[in-house]
């Protein structure tokens, strides 16, 4: 193995002070490591004599501030082993006695805070030089003399100051610190300020107030208004019950978010102006399941880009009239019908441009019915009344032989006693039994049919029902037989010899019939019949199910119905010619 003398220990010190630090030393290497074999390396050691070591690099330096005055034994060690396997090639030490002490103008200074922005600064010559002379540059544009001094500074933020000692000895000293000013408020540059959007009776408010000089991580702002309506609070949003102009005040505070110490507040008014809500009456348009209508949902054949038509429809009991007061056309998917009356009303809908026939989105009430008698019905009376939607129903054509076809015609007029076919009429067929449902419009000559119709053994029972808005509307009750699965004379007239004050200004719609009268109705149960021929007599409820049936002779029949609920139903008597449909009223 090399001999110790292969490597030698050297060190040299000076006193540099630096900023606070009045007792600094700093330590130069000078070792001398010798030849230092390939895988073996150097580590230099100094020990500062206060308890305190540091590593040190070939010709380096390190600084070490001490605590106090005095003299101290400081060594280094070098030390050159096997990087392998920690081996030990050399090995040397120095010592070397380091004395410290305070040098004449060697000056520290501290700060302490006050309120606003204030710091004051004081300068420790811990060595009692008499005559020493301060010199302070604030970091703020502005200097200082002397010991204590105090500077205000007008915003927060970092700054550095400087410390000039001097002495007549002659000796000077430079202390440099980076100070952090916080805390300081100006209220002059809060200024609290809002903007407001309004919808009908409801306006929201928005806060555009300017907050202090503060830390924006620190200053939190609170609002608070006055509506102007007598009513208070910190919500953004406020419902006025009447339109009009309101005077809004806002007051803004900021407070510490540390300390919830209030720090600055400022107010604002303006006029707020409301308007009162619309008479609009609305609702959307939907699927047969309730679904939105778009282009990637296109169920029942509904149209990549659908039209729709809607209307706004009133029904009057006493002469169950259907009439129209209002309709509109859109390719939007909700509708709008603004200020109508206040009353009792139904919604209708259809597609204008689907398809012409098979299965596509059938005229449908709101909600989901295809007849008025089923339809939800609401109560208007003003402002905005929405939600009143419309699924629209999908109608499909099924498989069998059945065919049901007939006329709608419209006329005699007393004036003209001519009658001619009714086109554009709505024709809806539904099964009591299946619920199968489809509808036609009728050509310009008044015809409509239904083919494909299921006919099951024992009969397929079918109701017909014209949709004529401003008419009365009355159903034919049609059974197809396997022997007689074709009725064709489904026909329905049009009676225009008694005018109404509904927009058509017509109003009776009755399946024509002969020899054949029902009466009373309104009844309290008991019903006749008197008919020149034999038959079947079927009643049905509005929604077209089978309630009673029997068969009647040539004369006189009398049909106690006294079980039955109180309310509308349909009568159908089919003879071997005839066929005669009429409403019957059940009150008890």
């Known amino acids: 193995a090399q001999s110790v003398s292969a490597c030698t220990a050297g060190f040299s010190n000076s006193f540099t002070q630096q900023g606070n630090n009045l007792l600094n030393v700093t330590f130069t290497n000078s070792s001398n490591p010798g030849t230092i074999p390939v895988g073996y390396g150097a580590a230099y050691t100094v020990y500062f004599g206060d308890g305190y070591s540091s590593s040190i690099g070939y010709n380096g330096t390190v600084s070490h501030n001490y605590a106090s005055t005095g003299t101290y034994t400081a060594k280094i060690f070098v030390v ?17 006695s380091v004395t410290v002490n305070y040098q004449p103008c060697g000056t520290s200074f501290s700060e302490s805070y006050g309120a606003n922005g204030a710091a004051t600064f004081t300068a420790n010559n811990p060595a009692a030089t008499s005559g020493m002379i301060y010199s302070w540059t604030f970091g703020n544009g502005y200097t200082g003399s002397g010991s204590p001094v105090t500077e205000t500074y007008s915003s927060n933020g970092s700054y550095t100051v400087i410390l000039t000692a001097t002495s007549s000895l002659p000796c000077t000293y430079t202390d440099t610190q980076t100070i952090f000013i916080s805390g300081i408020v100006n209220c002059s540059t809060a200024n609290a300020s809002f903007t407001y959007t309004s919808s009908y009776n409801t306006a929201n408010f928005t806060s555009t107030s300017t907050p202090p000089t503060y830390y924006s991580s620190v200053a939190v702002e ?42 600055c507040h400022d107010s604002t008014s303006q006029s707020v102006i409301v308007s009162a809500p619309p008479n609009i009456i609305t609702g959307g348009f939907y699927n047969y399941l309730g679904n939105p209508i778009d282009t990637s949902n296109l169920l029942c054949n509904m149209p990549a880009n659908p039209t729709f038509k809607a209307w706004l429809i009133t029904y009057d009991a006493s002469t169950q009239i259907l009439a129209a007061i209002d309709s509109i056309s859109t390719t939007s998917t909700s ?31 709101g909600l989901d019915s295809l007849h008025w008698n089923a339809a939800d019905s609401f109560v ?11 699924y629209l129903q999908c109608g499909t054509i099924t498989s069998g032989p059945g065919f049901i076809g007939g006329n709608v015609t419209l006329g005699a007029n007393k004036s003209t006693k001519t009658t001619s076919g009714q086109a554009g009429v709505e024709i809806f067929i539904s099964s009591a039994i299946n619920g199968n449902i489809a509808y036609a419009i009728t050509d310009a000559n008044g015809n409509f049919s239904f083919s494909n119709l299921p006919v099951v053994t024992g009969g397929s029972t079918y109701t017909i029902y014209p949709e004529v808005l401003g008419y009365q509307n009355s159903p034919h009750i049609v059974t197809l037989y396997p022997n007689n699965e074709s009725v064709s004379n489904v026909d329905f007239h049009i009676a225009t010899s008694h005018h109404t004050t509904s927009p058509t200004a017509i109003d009776n719609i009755t399946a024509t019939a002969s020899n054949i009268s029902v009466y009373p109705s309104p009844t309290n149960g008991l019903v006749n019949i008197t008919s020149t021929v034999s038959g079947q007599a079927i009643i049905s409820d509005v929604t077209g199910h089978k309630v009673f049936e029997t068969n009647i002779k040539a004369g006189n029949t009398q049909l106690n119905l006294a079980n039955l609920m109180a309310g509308m139903y349909f009568i159908s008597i089919k003879t071997e010619n005839l066929h005669y449909s009429n409403k019957i009223v059940i009150q008890h």
């Open 80 to 96: 050159i082993t096997d990087t392998g396997s920690t081996t030990i090639y050399c090995i040397d030490s120095a010592n070397a």
């Open 222 to 263: 609170n609002d608070y208004w006055y509506y102007g309506d007598g009513s208070q609070g910190s919500s953004n949003s406020h419902s006025y019950s009447s339109a009009g102009t309101y005077t809004v005040s806002l007051v803004a505070t900021w407070t510490d978010s540390f300390s919830t110490t209030i720090l």
């Open 380 to 390: 208007y009376s003003s402002g905005i009344s929405s939600g009143h939607d419309i």
């Open 335 to 365: 509708y709008t019908f603004t200020n109508e009356p206040a009353g009792a009303y139904r919604v209708k809908a259809m597609v204008t441009n689907g398809p012409a026939s098979g299965t596509g989105p059938l005229p449908t009430y």
